[in-house]
């Protein structure tokens, strides 16, 4: 009787197990925002995130993120501030040396990843990297954006193309011109639209950068992507060597043809934006951030794009520029780590791919573009591919005084004609080597 009644009770036993068991396995079968329920989250409190992000598509997936995130009630909530992307850099390097940054921060990786970190002014994130690294498309790119010393110290989050120009097909087509291909073919056009009384190129350069990128799109085809990082990190190549000054004459003869918008020298990138979409000038060359505000903003025409012209001579001409652009990483001095760190975990999901993606970003979360986002950014993602390599925005690979410094300034004086080819070559190499 005894025995019999040993194995009734473990009969019960087992069943209630069984009973139990998808109980037990509940967790693995919730969404990324039950997860986030307050029983999941190891901390509580509110986390200051601060980005770049104040308008297009990177405004509104942003938001989304954040609104998300709060919606789910789990005791944490984000406090978002944007910062314009003209005064980022500096605000966030006053506040990473001050001790004073936000819990979650945003930024452009490489160069300043290795010098946040030397400072110890970033968490070492490496754990969660490899908890994550296999859902994320590039990751070899991505930790090249956060490895210092071999350790990570940020999440890479979206990628950006830079080898495209921008065009308006109703001017191409009232003036008889066919989409470049080739450079001859885009001088050629230019030429066109010159005598016609057309505007060729929109461009706003008062601020270095959008001078700079074209400088880089000559740069790939000129000396390679390798030849580039040699340069950079001083191994057998200079910034005075020949590949690098003929670029810079490149950059330079956009404004001796008369090519540029008059204020071009003088007018920052929003305005030379509202010059191209406004129907004033026939190309505007940019990242594939443009693109991405599209939905949100949709333009008065049909934008075409079309691939960087190559020089018939390129001995580079299979390379390009385009890299993973924005970063995520939680400082040493934040005020709520353990919370940014719950937040941070949760933006390496599915679910947050989903929703940076379908905002128009080039998320690197495994399946977020190809599955939502707009077919012109995934158009532009297809490429990515193709290249046989790519060089990251130039300035995010050399120190703050080289880059955002030479660099900048160098790029706008040659299109006033302040500085020759030879003089901005050197300009850069001698500034990268007092700062080694």
Known sequence: MLNRRRHHVSVLLLGAIALLLPLLAAPA?????????????????????????????????????????????????????????????????????????????????????????????????????????DGFLLSEAGERACTYEGRIYCIPYTYHTGFQIYYNPEILEANGIEVPQTWDE??????????????PIALGAIDGWPAEHWWMAFLVQRCGVETIYDAIEQDGAAFTDDCFVQAAADLQALAQNGYLSPGA????????QAVFLSGQAAFFQTGSWFASGWEQTPPSFDVGIMPFPRFADAEFGEDVTGAVTHVFAIPTGAQNPEAAMDVLEWMTTEEAGAIWARNGNMSLIDGAVEGNAPEVIQELWATVGDA?????????????????????????????????????????QEALEASA
Request: proline letters at 5%; glycine letters at 10%.
């Open 265 to 272: 020298t003088g007018e920052d990138y929003p305005t030379a």
């Open 388 to 428: 046989n390599a790519a060089l990251p925005w130039i300035e995010n690979e050399l120190p703050p005084g080289v880059g955002e410094d030479r660099v900048y300034s160098g790029s706008v004086a040659l299109l006033t004609g302040e500085m020759t080819p030879e003089q901005f070559g050197q300009s850069i």
């Open 29 to 133: 079968q919730l969404s990324a925002a039950q997860e986030a329920s307050p029983e999941a989250v190891q901390a509580s409190g509110e986390v200051s995130l601060w980005t770049e992000f104040t308008q297009g598509g990177e405004g509104a997936g942003i938001e989304e993120l954040v609104e998300t995130w709060n919606a789910m009630g789990n005791g944490i909530t984000v406090s978002h501030r944007p910062i314009g992307n003209e005064e980022f850099f500096t605000v966030i390097r006053t506040a990473l040396a001050g001790g004073e940054p936000p819990d979650l921060l945003q930024y452009e990786g490489y160069q300043q990843t290795r010098d946040f970190a030397a400072a110890e002014q970033l968490t070492d994130l490496t754990d969660l990297w490899e908890t994550a690294r």
């Open 186 to 199: 885009f001088t050629a056009a230019m030429d066109t639209l010159k005598a016609a009384g057309v505007t």
